[in-house]
């Protein structure tokens, strides 16, 4: 599903950002990424969105071999990984419904699909009561939560999270995980880079450790691993 082997990356001189990594994650598993600040894990994300080129090494994503995908190809790449984000990037003067239909308006599905798909998509996160909401009346929970329902609402086979509690209390970081662990069972891959030292050791999932662009741990029910 998510195949780099032996993937460096170099902005310039200096150490490479990613030096030599190689990870396979298979087809409905659920994965943390953890490191430093300055470790490489944005780098990493971005080869897989084919935001950056590989230095060298090779990437597969999904059946795809990246490093030859033509340009025209990469939105559809693209389709196929949700994302979310720790700030959420709503779009703040559109409520909650539009914010989800959007995503699928601008892939052209039809007003009817759009209508039946996005009603059970805010109830499967637990909004189905706040589809008039503006962004700005929610809270940072119910925000991450429309976020995933955007995210998921193609039927994405990867879902990719990029610090998606970053922002949140303890409960709403909680209820955050504990919704991408529902949705990994129904069979989405999730990949989640994120520095919440408890959640991970409380989850007890798999678990690469990423320092100066190198993986130091890959553990099949990892914790954090405690660095300085
Ligand atoms: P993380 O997401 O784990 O904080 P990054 O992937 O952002 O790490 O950064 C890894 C390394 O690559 C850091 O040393 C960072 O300074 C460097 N880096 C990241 N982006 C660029 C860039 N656009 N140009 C040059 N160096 C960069």
Same mark, same amino acid.
């Given at each position: ?116 798909? &996005?009603? +059970? !998509?805010?109830?499967? @996160?637990?909004?189905? $009561? #706040? ?5 700005? =009346?929610?809270? *940072? %929970? ?57 959640? &991970?050791? +409380? !989850?007890?999932?798999? @678990?690469?450790?990423? $320092? #100066? ?5 890959? =553990?099949?029910? *990892? %914790? ?5």
């Amino acid at each position: 599903m998510i195949i780099l082997e032996n993937v460096s990356k170099s902005y310039s001189a200096g150490a490479p950002a990613i030096n030599d990594i190689s990870i396979h994650i298979e087809k409905g598993e659920f994965v943390f990424i953890v490191g430093d600040s300055g470790a490489g894990k944005s780098t990493l994300m971005k080869l897989m969105l084919k935001e950056l080129e590989p230095t060298t090494g090779k990437i597969y994503i999904n059946g795809k071999f990246l490093n030859k995908m033509k340009r025209r190809k990469v939105p559809m790449l693209r389709r196929d990984i949700g994302m979310v984000f720790q700030n959420f990037r709503l779009l703040n003067d559109r409520n909650v419904y539009d914010n989800v239909a959007f995503a699928q308006r601008v892939v052209e599905v039809p007003s009817k699909v759009i209508r039946r798909k &996005v009603p +059970a !998509m805010l109830s499967m @996160v637990g909004l189905a $009561q #706040k589809y008039k909401s503006y962004p700005r =009346e929610l809270s *940072g %929970g119910e925000q991450q939560r429309v976020a995933l329902a955007r995210a998921l609402i193609n039927n994405p086979p990867i879902l990719l999270a990029d610090e998606p509690t970053g922002n949140l209390d303890p409960k709403n970081s909680w209820e955050i995980m504990n919704l991408l662990d529902e949705i990994n069972k129904r069979g989405t891959t999730v990949v989640v880079v994120t520095h919440n030292r408890e959640i &991970v050791d +409380a !989850m007890q999932k798999r @678990v690469i450790t990423i $320092q #100066k662009g190198i993986i130091v741990s890959d =553990e099949r029910k *990892g %914790g954090y691993i405690y660095e300085n």
